[in-house]
């Protein structure tokens, strides 16, 4: 099991993926719908929550010189989230537009050809501190568009190959049914992706897609047996369940008045990493020992995180200072 990291500086996380402004809806002065540009993009979510729980992490990602671009950097920044594995470019900032269902819950509608973060290719690694090679003992987190959009996914593909093994692995496919060509094949490659990782997290929503008419005990039971050491389930209002290897785990989500759930679950993700960084548990061994106890400490705080988000508009998870208790 790790112990907690030598001094604030050394990098915990390295979040690889998408980076995109959300476009989310909202009213002017004479009551007519407008849209708001707010940082997005799952993997920049979580990258940014794990900076406001005090949590080393840096984003990996093409982030464009646009007016958007300048707009994510500004929020990585103020995240604390660290910049040196983001690469410039002059391709466009993507847009997802936000369309909010009654219960505040979100749909998405995305704007991503030819844009910055999708236009990452395995070259484009050359190009980062230490010719790609990330930092020692850090965690890599993956998911969502990244494991759709191409070049970027065929470079995420590459690097959890060559990472797995090496340090602890998150996987979060965060599923876009929208953008997605090939069911079968995505379907081959999830599945080859989940044996490499260590933690893969999914919604209810994302396995009734993925494995609809399948029970989610079912589901975890496989991605276990095919090698990853934990798996999250989140329910949105009802809590979030996890299967580890000797417990499983369910817990309530606290009750909060809902704005909206817009990046919801990648504060889930980053509470998950952040517990699991602050407990001295970021790798394999630590995740493999975790009890019952443990399973459901963590699963407290990440649900918390997620439930303080959807208090406020968009994907604005708390800063630790904020209130937000220490996850050890």
């Not at 604030?8 to 009551?31: E, I, S």
């Not at 847009?95 to 704007?111: C, K």
């Not at 044996?195 to 496989?222: F, I, M, N, T």
Request: proline share 6%; hydrophobic share 45%; charged share 20%.
């Amino acid at each position: 099991m790790s112990a907690e990291p030598e001094t604030a500086d050394k990098p915990a996380v390295v979040v690889a993926g998408d980076a995109l402004v959300d476009l989310t809806p909202t009213r002017t002065a004479d009551g007519a719908t407008a849209f708001q540009p707010c940082p997005g993009g799952s993997c920049l979510n979580v990258a940014a929550g794990l900076g406001r729980l005090g949590v080393p992490a840096m984003l990996l990602a093409r982030i464009s010189d646009d007016y958007f671009g300048g707009l994510l950097r500004a929020h990585l920044a103020a995240s604390g989230t660290r910049l040196t594995h983001v690469l410039p470019t002059s391709d466009p900032t993507a847009l997802a537009a936000v369309h909010l269902r009654e219960d505040g819950s979100a749909a998405y509608s995305f704007h991503a050809n030819g844009a910055a973060d999708r236009g990452l290719r395995p070259e484009h690694l050359a190009a980062l501190p230490d010719g790609g090679t990330l930092p020692p003992g850090a965690a890599l987190h993956l998911g969502s568009l990244g494991l759709l959009l191409e070049p970027l996914a065929l470079t995420l593909d590459g690097l959890l190959r060559r990472e797995a093994g090496r340090r602890l692995v998150s996987l979060d496919p965060n599923v876009r049914p929208g953008l997605v060509t090939d069911r079968a094949a995505y379907l081959r490659r999830l599945a080859e992706w989940v044996a490499l990782a260590d933690v893969v997290k999914a919604s209810d929503e994302d396995l009734a897609w993925l494995h609809p008419g399948e029970s989610y005990e079912a589901v975890a039971d496989r991605w276990l047996a095919s090698g990853a050491g934990l798996v999250l389930i989140t329910f949105g209002s009802r809590g979030a369940w996890a299967a580890g290897r000797d417990a499983r785990v369910h817990v309530p989500a606290p009750a909060v008045e809902v704005v909206d759930t817009v990046g919801a679950g990648d504060a889930f993700t980053a509470g998950a990493l952040a517990h699991l960084h602050h407990t001295g548990r970021l790798d394999r061994e630590g995740v493999d020992g975790l009890g019952a106890g443990e399973l459901a400490r963590l699963l407290s705080y990440a649900v918390e995180i997620a439930a303080d988000t959807c208090t406020r508009a968009g994907a604005q998870p708390p800063y630790r200072r904020d209130g937000v208790p220490a996850s050890a």
